[in-house]
């Protein structure tokens, strides 16, 4: 560009393409992103937003310090030049657009007319899918952000899990990092901060996991924000979740065993599917786990990825990884045995425990895990007031699936009168459920957790919601 051509610029005033830059500023890296995210563009530095030339500081130091701040902070290396107009040093920045997304301070920019705005989370997302994971993006975060106890105790847990050679012991973070893809040249990935970092809110505020303990939806007993990187994110949720649920005790072979409301595996195995699965482009919302009375609600941002359904999550199922870097970091440190395999072991764990399947579902913009506890023990049952004839049918249920009014009768030595009566109070009390017509062919089965929120559920419905 020649000086005629400057001022010709200076003419035409601010365009998509075109931005007047006072001073080195914020402001002046938000435009720069911008600039190479939409369609390259032109800052000209030490002019005014009304197009008058003030200049900057005329030295190698001032235009030194502007190249490094740009490189360090975007990774960008535009077209630089320098010229004097009326006695003054003016800078043009030329940035191209690059093809890849541009980000400053963790936020990333573009340009609507004369103006630069932060991108809304819906095109940011199209436009890094197009090019690669959000884990595996480059943050402007450098190897001193590292955490280096959670850093070296995943090392040691992958060297112990004979995920990575015991030689990896020798080598520095930086090499191990760029080794796994989780840095380049000393810039770290959004993984490596999420998952190594000292304080990963300074760059994702909403990067945490919220846990209340419920008796209803309006009543709280408990709420919990749990910061930090993924892996103390990981271990402090499991263990805030162990201190509000209940534990019984109970002797084998002279041995103490801990039974808890749910499966620990199946509680810790539904943590790392929120945290793994989770759609990092989303912000704005956190992962939620919810403790009520009866059942655990765990929810994260993110539906499904393409390629899996609900369905398939109840069997062995190819992997689709919407966070590739932070699964491999949980898989390497022995947390994961294998990909795909987590929906079904919680299943398998809770059918082990006597309790209800687990419920997986798409709702509220993302994808949630329901567990249920056992409601039809004996002690739960006596709670509710169920004479012993009741109890032992209901067990009965348990275990063979289904009680018909002869068999009742027989189990219980009652009469017909008497066992009609007992069970249509357990179908009113929705513990049992009556199955088919009345006569011979009727039947009761348990009204399962899912069965009965369902039916209550339509029974509170108006006649306009329909």
């Avoid at 310090?65 to 004097?84: A, C, H, Q």
């Avoid at 690669?132 to 450098?142: G, K, L, V």
């Avoid at 304080?199 to 909403?206: A, C, E, T």
Wanted: glycine share 6%; aromatic share 10%; proline share 3%.
């Amino acid at each position: 560009m020649n000086e005629d051509g400057l001022k010709a610029l200076l003419s035409a005033g601010e365009t998509d393409t075109l931005e007047f830059k006072e001073k080195i500023n914020e402001g002046l890296f938000e435009t720069i992103s911008a600039f190479a995210n939409t369609r390259g563009g032109i800052i000209i530095l030490g002019v005014n937003n009304r197009g008058d030339i003030v200049g900057v500081e005329p030295s190698d130091k001032f235009l030194g310090d502007l190249t490094n701040r740009i490189v360090n902070k975007l990774s960008l290396y535009p077209g630089i030049e320098i010229f004097n107009l009326n006695g003054k040093r003016v800078i043009v920045i030329n940035i191209p657009h690059t093809g890849n997304v541009v980000s400053f301070e963790g936020h990333y920019y573009e340009r609507v007319g004369n103006t630069t705005r932060e991108m809304k989370p819906e095109k940011l997302k199209t436009l890094l899918l197009k090019n690669e994971p959000w884990d595996s993006i480059i943050c402007d975060a450098e190897l001193d952000e590292i955490d280096l106890e959670t850093f070296n105790r995943f090392v040691q847990l992958s060297v112990n899990n004979k995920r990575l050679t015991e030689d990896s012991m020798k080598d520095s973070p930086q090499i191990i990092l760029e080794k796994l893809k989780f840095a380049t040249n000393g810039r770290l990935t959004n993984g490596a901060v999420l998952l190594f970092g000292k304080n990963p809110q300074k760059y994702f505020i909403n990067l945490n996991i919220r846990i209340l303990r419920l008796k209803t939806e309006t009543i709280t007993i408990d709420d919990k924000w749990i910061e930090g990187n993924l892996f103390q994110q990981f271990n402090e949720a499991i263990n805030l979740i162990r201190q509000r649920i209940s534990v019984r005790y109970e002797i084998k072979d002279i041995q103490r065993e801990d039974i808890w409301d749910y499966p620990i595996p199946s509680i810790r195995e539904a943590i790392l599917n929120a945290i793994i699965h989770r759609d990092y482009f989303n912000l704005a919302n956190s992962t939620v786990i919810k403790i009520y009375d009866d059942h655990i609600w765990f929810f994260n941002p993110g539906g499904l990825t393409d390629g899996i359904t609900l369905e398939e999550l109840k069997r062995p199922h190819q992997s689709f990884l919407r966070n590739p870097l932070i699964a491999k970091a949980f898989y390497l440190s022995g947390y994961i045995e294998q990909y795909g395999s987590g929906t079904v072991r919680i299943m398998e764990w809770l059918k082990e425990a006597g309790q209800p399947e687990p419920e997986y579902k798409e709702e509220f913009g993302g994808f949630s895990v329901h567990f249920h506890k056992d409601i039809y023990t004996e002690e739960n049952l006596r709670k509710t007031g169920l004479n012993d004839r009741q109890i032992k049918a209901v067990i009965y249920v348990k275990d063979k699936g289904k009680i018909t009014n002869k068999e009742y009768q027989e189990i219980c030595n009652t009469s017909e009168r008497t066992t009609s009566r007992d069970l249509s109070y357990l179908v009113r009390q929705e513990i049992l459920e009556q199955v088919g017509a009345t006569g011979k062919g009727t039947n009761y089965i348990l009204m399962t957790p899912q069965r009965r929120q369902r039916r209550n559920n339509d029974a509170t419905k108006t006649p306009e919601s329909n």
